[in-house]
Every structure is written in structure tokens, then in C-alpha cells.
């Protein structure tokens, strides 16, 4: 069993894989004890020609390989579906996030002697204000909801020991995947741990959700309806 593995779903990121998978093979080269499972998420574009090409010489990557989207949280389920590691965790594979965060991440995990009990998860640095401005309210608004203190929820990256994977239940396909981790964490009693991580700007292409106050809106309104059930849930 491999320490770490790693989760990147990819939606249409054909342009930013050959810069993606440049930064994992430099991560793999300090450590031969990770697995890094790459998501071919229901591409449209060249994604899965550019995977296939690019990786099929590197042991340490799997691919998977979904023929339709069905949403983020989907394909990253997808991957901790054949994870082999003790250590889950998953991240973006927009260069926005750096996978060498990981490796910051797995300290906590190295430091404690009860790992199982552990939840990580970066914190933003040196973000746009108006994204500052939504993570704050959101943050306010699920705190408020759900009764747990919570901020920047959709922080990457995300990790947590495989025992905790196994007791989630019914865990959503979309992007409120990020708050369902999180939440649960925190109802499980996890000691969370926050590092600071540098968000960038993508390398290529645009977000394909934060690209309008429209879209925002949307993101806003699925997670506000899923915030609303899961309060349901736990009662």
C-alpha cells in the first residue's frame, strides 16, 4: 500500500496537462511511496488523447477514464474509488493549486501518531477580493447552517486517512463534494489542520464556474439547496 495517493479529476484541461504532469513527475521524484490517480472526467476536448500520450510511461500515474460528466465530485470519487493509499487526498488539476502542496500536507499526517483521526486542508493566500468576499459569506452562511465552524471550504488540497472514506454515505457527485468532506470531518470529530497554499492564476483556459456572475449564482444556489438537505440529514 503506497503512503499517499493523489486524486486530479480533469474536465477539458488538454492544455494544462503536459504543465500538470511535468509538476507530478517533479513531486513523484522526492518520494516513492505516492500514486497519483489522474480523472479523465467526461472530457469533450483532447484530454484523453494528451493523458494517454503523455503518461504512458509513467508508472506512478493511473488513469481513469469517465465516458460522460457527471459532475466534479464524481470524478473524484471515481479516483478514491481505486486508490490504494492510506492517505487519501485530492486537488485541482488547473495549475491554480500546486501538487507539491500535497507533500506539505502529508507532514501533519507524518507528525501524528494517530493519522486516522487527522483532516487536512490548505488555506487560500493572495486570492481576488470579490473571490474573498463569496468564500467569507459562504463560510458565514454554512457555520450558521450546519453548526460547525467552517472557512474556505473549497480549499485545496483536501486530505484524510481511508477509514474516513469508508464511512462516508452517499457523498454528492458536484462541487459540494469539498463541503461534504469538510462537514463530515468535523461531525466525526477529525482534529482539522489548515496550511497556507498560494492559489494562481489558471495557466490556460477558464474556470467552469467562476466565470460569470451568472455561474456564480448557479454554483451559489446548488450549494445553498445541498447545505439545506445535509442539515436535514443530520438531525
Known amino acids: 500500500m503506497k503512503r499517499l495517493s493523489i486524486i486530479i479529476p480533469c474536465y477539458n484541461e488538454s ?11 517533479e513531486v513523484a521524484s522526492r518520494t516513492n511511496n505516492i500514486e497519483i490517480i489522474i480523472v479523465d472526467n467526461g472530457s469533450n476536448d483532447d484530454t484523453s488523447i494528451v493523458l494517454d500520450k503523455i ?16 459532475g466534479y465530485g464524481h470524478g473524484i470519487l471515481a479516483g478514491l474509488n481505486v486508490a490504494n493509499g ?12 500546486d501538487v507539491s502542496d500535497l507533500l506539505k500536507g502529508l507532514e501533519f499526517f507524518n507528525d501524528k501518531v494517530n ?12 486570492r481576488p477580493l470579490m473571490d474573498v468576499f463569496f468564500t467569507v459569506g459562504m463560510s458565514i452562511f454554512e457555520t450558521l447552517l450546519l453548526r460547525e465552524p467552517m472557512w474556505d471550504i473549497n480549499a485545496q488540497p483536501t486530505m484524510f ?9 452517499s457523498p454528492p457527485k458536484d462541487f459540494s463534494l469539498d463541503l461534504y468532506a469538510y462537514f463530515m470531518s468535523k461531525k466525526s470529530k477529525l482534529i482539522v489542520k489548515r496550511f497556507p497554499v498560494f492559489f ?21 444556489k446548488r450549494t445553498l439547496l445541498y447545505s439545506f438537505n445535509l442539515q436535514r440529514r443530520i438531525r
Do not use: Y
Not at 115 to 126: A, C, D, I, N, P
Open 15 to 25: 492544455k494544462n496537462l503536459p504543465l500538470l504532469i511535468n509538476r507530478c513527475q
Open 115 to 126: 493519522s486516522e483521526k487527522l483532516f487536512v486542508k490548505g488555506r487560500r493566500q493572495e
Open 86 to 97: 492510506e492517505i487519501l487526498s485530492w486537488t485541482h488539476s488547473d495549475m491554480q493549486t
Open 55 to 70: 503518461t504512458k510511461n509513467l508508472s506512478f500515474i493511473t488513469r481513469v477514464r469517465i465516458k460522460e460528466n457527471q
Open 200 to 220: 494562481n492564476e489558471r495557466a490556460h483556459g477558464i474556470s467552469h464556474w467562476n466565470v460569470s456572475f451568472i455561474s456564480k449564482f448557479r454554483f451559489i
Open 161 to 169: 486517512h481511508r477509514k474516513f472514506f469508508s464511512t462516508w454515505d
